[in-house]
């Protein structure tokens, strides 16, 4: 296909398929070479998950509010697009864990759960005299037998005991991955635990070696940024910046892809109303039960038609500045599990994201739904926010109802990455490039659930096409 455009389609609008998309048309540009480049999306709306409701003042995100400043691919796509001057970066106030009927300050000095100061988690009423006692085992134990694989509940539980997992770790892993981290794959989702553990024998001191210094003094603008970072006008307005860089004619909205069949040279994607694409290379930047059906026939995913997602819903609550009593100095609380709440978690957004509510108005988004505790996500709306009021006053002197709110439904979209998922992963793989060349899958189902992990993985998607077309063998078939 010397002379021809080599045609690349990528199904799912999210933003791992925006990323794939605006770097694939870059490449293109900047190489010379010629690449047809169309994204398909099954709604009339790109983004995914990420969904920004402006009102009244207010800036109130649907799915997630922000990324890791540390992973830099979120930051250099904004760059991209021209969107770096709207960054805005989170305040660092204090977070609690809501457990025995109270807030505690999070422990200093603690990574994920996991203490590196001993005098903060020795003085923390968060856990009992005994709880504490048996974390100090981790000083002791020997390190655990090389595995392949394990619970992130089981690997945490050994080294620190119940306590410490119930009351904080399974709090705030649980809160990344909305799931049950006795499933949940431990090389999947924090590795570098393991690796610490195997490394440095105690878990507790080998992150006490690993933690960054603490920053001097003179630092003290530093000190009060936080660790995330959100756009001014909201997460969605990066989506359409990203989109407006698309080249014209490349994006299709109202598009579900229904089946991609391999032909004798390249692939065809068939659609709903009989509409078909050709194409040399796809990228499936679609969930794991979509990709399943989308690759029915061939059994290839099949492994993923089993994976368990999660539901979940956001609450935004807006009230007048008078309306909370009993303020607290912090940027919001995790719920430990053996609490008796519906909510999972709740931000104090107005003080995490000042831009985020007007003057003398509160902002505060809960979270409710967890694996295998998800029935609240189907209630009414209504009943949702009396449920989350109803927590809500019991940590908190709120003497008014809210001016309004934004209940937001996410049924089935948190991908649960159980125990051999990156094994899964690499052997479905290893099976699509032998079966279907070309094809490649990419997204918050695989390889992390974060913008910048779905950033990274449409960078990945990217080479791989690229590698793929410009085969001097794959060339030749063309």
Known sequence: ?????????????????????????????????????????????????????????????????????????????????????????????????????????????????IPTEIAPFITTALFSPGGKLRAAADFLLPRSAPVSDQSLGGFFRRRLGNEVVENLIEPLLSGIYSGDIDQLSLMSTFPQFYQVEQKHRSLILGMKKAAPAAPKKEQHKEEKQGAFL??????????HAIESKLESGSVYKGLRTENITKLSKGYKVSMN??????????????????????????????EFKEMPSTSVATVALAFPEKAIVKDIDGSGFVVSRNSDYTITACTWTHKKWPHSAPKGKVLLRCYVGRANDETIVDLSDDAIIASVLEDLRKTMDITMEPEFSVVSRWKDSMPQYTVGHKKRVSSTREQLSAKMPGVFFAGSSYEGLGMPDCIDQGEEAVRKVLEYLHDPIQEAAF
Do not use: C, W
């Not at 796809?282 to 290839?300: D, G, Q, R």
């Open 1 to 113: 296909m010397q002379g021809d455009n080599h045609k690349v389609v990528i199904i799912g609008g999210g933003i791992t398929g925006l990323a794939t998309a605006y770097y694939l048309q870059k490449s293109a540009k900047e190489s010379g070479k010629s690449l047809d480049v169309k994204l398909i999306e099954a709604t009339h709306r790109l983004g995914g998950k990420v969904h920004t409701v402006k009102r009244d003042g207010y800036v109130i995100e649907r799915g997630p509010d922000s990324f890791l400043a540390r992973k830099r691919s979120a930051y250099r796509l904004a760059e991209e697009v021209g969107l770096e001057k709207e960054l805005v970066t989170s305040t660092s106030g204090k977070s609690f864990v809501l457990a025995r009927e109270r807030l505690h300050p999070m422990p200093g000095g603690s990574i994920m759960g």
């Open 230 to 239: 959100t756009f001014k006008s909201g997460l969605e307005s990066f989506i």
């Open 273 to 302: 109303g009989g509409v078909e694409i050709f194409a040399d290379s796809v990228v499936l930047a679609v969930p794991h039960h979509a990709a399943a059906s989308i690759l029915n026939e061939t059994k290839i995913m099949d």
